[in-house]
């Protein structure tokens, strides 16, 4: 009796090993395809300008693409500081693809299109930053209620502008 029993609890672990063996094959592929149709956003990636960690800013965080390469920043300052320096010899029509947050609605909007308020109380990872909005109205009203000093668009900003932002001049 004794070796009846022995028998089958030998079955029954058998039977177990080969049931988690054929479920642990399974999540492996399951895995293994998951992280092919991954792409790496620019979002995600250390910021091209200061070297944080783009992803840990989701409320600041920005990128842009050009035909050859693509660049993730941990706010908008960077992504400025990174495009206007000249050593980059990138110009606005290299840019095929760019988005920053908008500061209301946290969401991802065109760069090209946006509304940018400086000097205002709100600051980004960085420090003194340009705050992006989605409509005039909203940088408007952004600059009223955090006593902003000035909205500019994406032509606006030059390297000028940026570094006296930067010193908390404007
Ligand atoms: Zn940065």
Do not use: W
């Amino acid at each position: 009796m004794k070796r009846f029993f022995l028998v089958c609890f030998g079955f029954l672990c058998l039977a177990f090993l080969i049931i988690s063996c054929q479920t642990q094959e399974r999540t492996d592929t399951q895995e293994t395809s998951s992280e092919v149709q991954v792409r790496p956003s620019p979002l995600e990636q250390d910021c091209s300008f200061c070297g944080m960690p783009s992803g840990e800013f989701p409320k600041f965080n920005a990128y842009f693409k050009t035909a050859s390469s693509q660049h993730g920043f941990c706010s908008t300052r960077c992504l400025f500081a990174f495009y206007l320096n000249d050593e980059n010899q990138i110009t606005a029509a290299d840019i095929t693809e760019a988005q920053v947050t908008d500061y209301y609605t946290t969401k991802k909007i065109e760069a090209k299109k946006a509304f940018y308020v400086s000097g205002s109380q709100q600051k980004g990872p960085m420090g003194a930053d340009f705050m992006p909005f989605d409509t005039q109205d909203a940088a408007q009203e952004f600059k009223i209620d955090h006593k902003g000093e000035a909205i500019y668009t994406f032509e606006q900003i030059n390297a000028s502008v940026l570094s006296e932002v930067l010193q908390g001049k404007k």
